[in-house]
């Protein structure tokens, strides 16, 4: 009889990992909170390793035909001068950008094809390390195996108590907005920009264009753009006067929240396993805590499939994934830090030791861990 696992969370971990395991023969069924599926409409960064992820369940060649490849990536500082810019050349994928409704429908598709059974509005209460998923209402759901992808806020986790740390990395906001392109589309570019005071970035994405806006520690935004889903306009033109165009074109649509940060004492009790943000939410300066997710989504649901015995391959499975999340979740804290909280007067310094530090490919192989991670 095909051994049965239990799915808290239809996001981008969940579902991947839905996908993999019924793929590999497993009874497989999600639970969602929400009453449908369906992510939010910005941008999001997949690099190697999620590309390679999403090739192993089926479902890459839906977001590349949504998406755009990234050429290039270019990092501008106060003074608007490039400090890095790295052409990837034609043919090799390295990174696509894609608006995060259309992952999501890829992965959802791909668990669906896949037999994947998926109920909603069925929010996950706790979990037992015998291998039971409790629902709202006190439903008992037993499995060979638990996983917990109920994102930040994880009742899995909790209830089991693996957390050692669930917090925000700094007091700025980070924001995101889909804007309307103007002009023709141009080949996939990231752009990132660090002002004196804030920092923002412009991706390509299909007919439109995708804006990060942050704010750092010594400049927190005006309390009204975070209220009001919009951005002070004057104040961020005044900053980036070359974006005066684009910055015009952000209406009360914008996406604030915050970078978050958690750290659990394992990854898992018993027959019950937690990943992604559940488990390792990072900040998104890296942009791979998506892509962190589905890998260790596949990894487990290969390790699972060969091992007999489900709560002996937990902590080797935990063991083999979480140096690399960990050591990208670390890179990823660092350089925000950095960001958020340097003094405003050093800022031709920040701009000479960044322009350094990546022209350093031991530096660059850190920031890559996880795009150059293979599962398996
Ligand atoms: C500003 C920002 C930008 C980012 N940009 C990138 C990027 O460019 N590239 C990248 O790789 N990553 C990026 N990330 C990170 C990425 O979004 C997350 O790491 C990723 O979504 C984690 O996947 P997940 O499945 O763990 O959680 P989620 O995708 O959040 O999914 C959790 C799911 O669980 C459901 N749920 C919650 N509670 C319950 C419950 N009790 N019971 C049942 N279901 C529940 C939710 O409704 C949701 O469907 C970014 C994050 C932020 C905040």
Redesign the pocket.
């Known amino acids: 009889m095909a051994r049965h696992v239990e799915i ?7 579902l991947t990992a839905a996908a993999a395991f019924a793929q590999r023969g497993w009874s497989v069924r999600v ?4 009453a449908e599926l369906r ?1 939010i409409g910005v ?4 690099w190697a390793n ?1 590309h390679r992820v999403l090739a192993a369940i089926g479902a890459l060649d839906e977001v590349l035909a949504r998406g755009n490849r990234i050429s290039r990536l270019e990092l501008f500082d106060h003074t608007n001068t490039m400090l890095r810019g790295d052409n990837f050349p034609p043919g090799e994928l390295q990174g696509t950008v894609a608006l ?1 409704v259309d992952l999501h429908q890829a992965l959802v598709n791909a668990a669906r094809r896949s037999g994947v059974e998926i109920i909603l509005s ?4 706790a979990a037992e390390p015998e291998g039971v998923l409790i629902t709202e209402g006190g439903a008992r759901h037993e499995a060979d195996l638990v996983i917990g ?7 899995v986790r909790d209830s089991l108590g693996l957390a050692s740390h669930v917090g925000f990395v700094t007091d700025a906001h ?1 924001g ?1 907005v889909i804007i309307p392109r103007v002009g023709p589309a141009e080949p996939g570019a990231i752009r990132e920009y660090w002002g004196p005071t804030r920092c923002c970035g412009v991706l390509s994405c299909g007919e439109q264009e995708y804006m ?1 806006l942050s704010g750092s520690e010594n400049c927190p935004l005006a309390p009204d753009e975070v209220a009001n889903s919009t951005v002070a306009h004057a104040a961020w033109i005044a900053e980036f006067p070359h974006l005066a165009e684009h910055f015009s074109r952000i209406g009360t649509n914008v996406i604030w ?1 915050r ?2 940060i958690v750290r659990c004492t394992s990854w898992s009790a018993g027959r019950v396993a937690i ?4 488990a390792h ?2 900040p ?1 300066t890296l ?7 589905m890998a260790n989504a596949l990894a487990l649901a290969e390790m699972a499939t060969s091992s007999a015995d489900i709560a002996t391959m937990l902590p080797e499975w935990e063991a083999r994934e979480r140096p690399v999340t960990e050591i990208t979740q670390r890179w990823a804290v660092l350089y925000l830090t950095l960001l958020k909280r340097w003094p405003n007067d050093l800022l031709d310094m920040r701009a000479a030791m960044t322009a350094e530090a990546f022209a350093s490919p031991g530096l660059v192989r850190h920031l890559t861990t996880a795009a150059r991670h293979v599962v398996g």
């Not at 990943?275 to 559940?278: K, N, T, V, Y």
Request: proline share 4%; aromatic share 6%.
């Open positions: 808290a969370g239809a996001g981008i971990g969940g639970h969602e909170r929400a992510d941008g999001t960064t997949i999620g995060r069925s929010p996950a209460m992808t109920d994102g930040y806020n994880s009742r980070i995101r990060f929240g970078y978050p990943l992604g943000d559940s939410g990072m998104s942009a791979q805590g998506a892509g962190c997710a």
